[in-house]
């Protein structure tokens, strides 16, 4: 069985930064895309950055500038540095990832979320 657990949310006031952890476990074989996902209340859930497994990166235009998205493909895991940060970037953060499991099934799996609250 393969799993994401994040770590890294938190409450942090306007302007602040915030670093997420995302790491996969599991009988893996390889993993491709990595990503990061939030969902305000109230809201859809949007993508925010992703990485493939060549370093390429994808970002909402919403953060661009402000964040960054990595990854340590030795750790199979992935990290979201947010520095500059809004109220409006207050969300439960979903970890994604699209892997071959160690059975080599496609899987897509997600973590369990991790609340980040931006607030003074």
């Known amino acids: 069985q393969v799993q994401l657990v994040e770590s890294g949310g938190g409450l942090v006031q306007p302007g602040g930064s915030l670093r997420l952890s995302c790491a996969a476990s599991?009988?893996?074989?390889?993993?491709?895309?990595m990503g990061w996902y939030r969902q305000a209340p109230g809201k859809q859930r949007e993508l925010v950055a992703a990485?493939?497994?060549?370093?390429?990166?994808n970002y909402a235009d919403s953060v661009k500038g402000r964040f960054t998205i990595s990854r340590d493909n030795a750790k199979n895991t992935v990290y979201l540095q947010m520095n500059s940060l809004k109220p409006e970037d207050t969300a439960v953060y979903y970890c994604?990832?699209?892997?071959?499991?160690?059975?080599?099934?496609?899987?897509?799996?997600w973590g369990q979320g991790t609340l980040v609250t931006v607030s003074s």
């Open positions: 994604n990832t699209n892997l071959r499991a160690g059975d080599l099934r496609y899987l897509e799996v």
């Open positions: 599991g009988s893996i074989f390889s993993i491709n895309a």
């Open positions: 990485i493939t497994s060549g370093g390429s990166t």
